[in-house]
């Protein structure tokens, strides 16, 4: 077990492989295991660095609310701390958060960005998608009622079945490791629904990011994901907006081999230049 100790928390890490260093970052409700599917894979053209986040399985919890921002610096205070800079830095979901976060914050942690899905839904306000924020915002709050009633179970099997996946995920879906891992770090995920910050994007600050992006929705998604996905991609100056066939709000779970291929090619294409402006 390999933790170190960054902006005052202890964070779980895995290092495996070698090569460039391409850093994976998980979403809410899990941890570093997500990324199980594919670390092999990748762990073949790159040295992987997976980690719990703060606040989630066997990195430190600590009291008070949290906010998005000590995420976002946690992650560049490890890579420097490991000395991986710069890496090829990938997020799903609220981990993709993050990572736009990280790159505002301190973008000469990155060689290139690589973001699925980030869940930055108040973007689609004052658009014609507002009724997609609408029912988005109906559903977190179906999903706190029960957490902050204690019951974990109940709030991860909505936020499974309502929010991440769809219907019947949890229990078609979803392995009892994984069950029992979303339960764990329920909690967090209140956490972050009460950060105000949370859900929020500069985008006019994200657009100072001048590295190689990598922004990703999956056609099996929920329809909201997409359009966040489109907003994002079209402030990032370097951007390439890729929707992966069969994929869902988890690719490296649902088309992990297509997910793996998908990095690769774009981290190599970086390497050798061939990233332009868009």
Do not use: C, K
């Amino acid at each position: 077990m390999s933790t170190v100790r960054v902006n005052g928390v202890d964070l779980y890490y895995e290092l495996s492989g070698s090569g460039e260093p391409l850093v994976l970052v998980h979403g809410s409700w899990g941890d570093h295991h997500n990324w199980d599917p594919v670390v092999a894979s990748l762990s073949e053209s790159f040295r992987v660095l997976a980690y719990d986040r703060r606040g989630h399985s066997a990195s430190e919890r600590p009291p008070g609310r949290g906010s998005v921002f000590e995420d976002a610096d946690d992650l560049a205070a490890l890579i420097d701390e490991l000395e991986l800079a710069p890496a090829h830095i990938a997020g799903n979901s609220f981990g993709a958060v993050v990572v736009l976060r990280a790159a505002i914050r301190s973008p000469e942690v990155f060689r290139s960005l690589i973001a699925h899905e980030p869940p930055l839904f108040p973007l689609l306000a004052g658009t014609e998608l507002e009724p997609a924020l609408e029912q988005v915002q109906r559903r977190i709050a179906a999903v706190v009622g029960p957490l902050e009633a204690g019951d974990h179970e109940g709030a991860a099997r909505l936020f499974a079945d309502t929010i991440a996946f769809g219907p019947g995920a949890w229990d078609q879906q979803l392995t009892s490791e994984m069950r029992d891992v979303f339960i764990t770090n329920a909690p967090t995920w209140l956490d972050e629904v009460h950060d105000p910050d949370a859900l929020q994007m500069d985008l006019e600050a994200l657009g100072g990011f001048d590295g190689p992006a990598l922004l990703t929705s999956g056609t099996e998604s929920a329809p909201f994901f997409a359009p966040v996905v489109d907003m994002v991609a079209e402030r990032l100056p370097r951007s390439e907006r890729v929707t992966i066939e069969g994929a869902d709000h988890v690719p490296h779970i649902s088309v992990p081999e297509r997910y793996v291929e998908l990095v690769r090619t774009f981290a190599q294409a970086e390497q050798s230049g061939a990233h332009g402006s868009s």
